[in-house]
């Protein structure tokens, strides 16, 4: 059974894109993989493009959205262990189609009462569709913003992965290359936090 990844959240900036290429990537190394960007930026495209341009081993791809977008997603599921879709930045159409698709809804929130705020539509909207969803703490350093955020979250009941991505430019260096950090730096602090952020969520889908 394919295992369908949605990244979404309503605001935009916080590393959704960002997280769904180096999840593709780290997935990679033992699945088959498919991306499906909907975000109107397209940014997930471009990444993948830049890929396939350096001669990376490319992802089934589409950026097919709309009215198709239903009948696109059964199609990536057929030969592919793994679709991750990058979800639009706001609560419509396409995002809950993506959501109802989900096995599992991952929402990157960075340290900012923003994020956390915007991630309430995209919990209620995963719950609506009865579609398990995690928060994941986005570009967090160490310090008080991150242990406010982290204590608001648990105040609040909000499901989160206790892996955490930190603010690396390792990441944001690999991603303007076509690459994932678990390709370009897999034994920096960045590769080792998203291998563990990939386990935990094998984990949550097996």
């Known amino acids: 059974m394919t295992v369908v990844i949605a990244v979404a959240q309503q605001k ?14 780290a997935f990679a190394a033992t699945r088959r993989v498919a991306l499906l ?9 471009r990444w993948h493009a830049l890929r396939t341009a350096g001669k ?8 097919e959205a709309g009215w198709r977008l239903p009948a696109e997603i059964d199609k990536l599921r057929r030969g592919h262990d793994v679709l991750i879709i990058d979800s639009p930045p706001q609560i ?6 993506a959501i109802r698709a ?5 929402i990157p929130v960075q340290p900012s009462a923003p994020d956390l705020w915007a991630a309430e539509g995209t919990l209620k909207l995963a719950a609506d569709e009865r579609r398990p969803a995690r928060l994941v703490l986005n570009r967090a350093a160490a310090g008080k913003l991150r242990d406010g955020i982290e204590a608001d979250i648990a105040r609040l009941g909000h499901p989160r992965l206790a892996s955490v ?4 430019a390792g990441i944001a260096t690999a991603f303007a290359q076509g690459l994932g950090i678990t390709e370009t730096a897999p034994r920096s ?13 094998e984990g949550l889908t097996r």
Do not use: C, M, Y
């Open 12 to 25: 935009g900036g916080a590393g959704k894109t960002t997280l769904a290429a180096n999840l593709a990537v």
């Open 37 to 45: 960007d909907i975000d109107p930026q397209h940014s997930l495209a």
């Open 56 to 63: 990376r081993a490319p992802f089934g791809f589409s950026a």
């Open 92 to 97: 419509d159409t396409d995002a809950r189609i």
């Open 102 to 106: 989900a096995t599992l809804v991952l």
């Open 165 to 168: 991505l930190g603010n690396r």
């Open 189 to 201: 602090a960045a590769g080792l936090e998203l291998r563990a952020l990939l386990a935990e969520i």
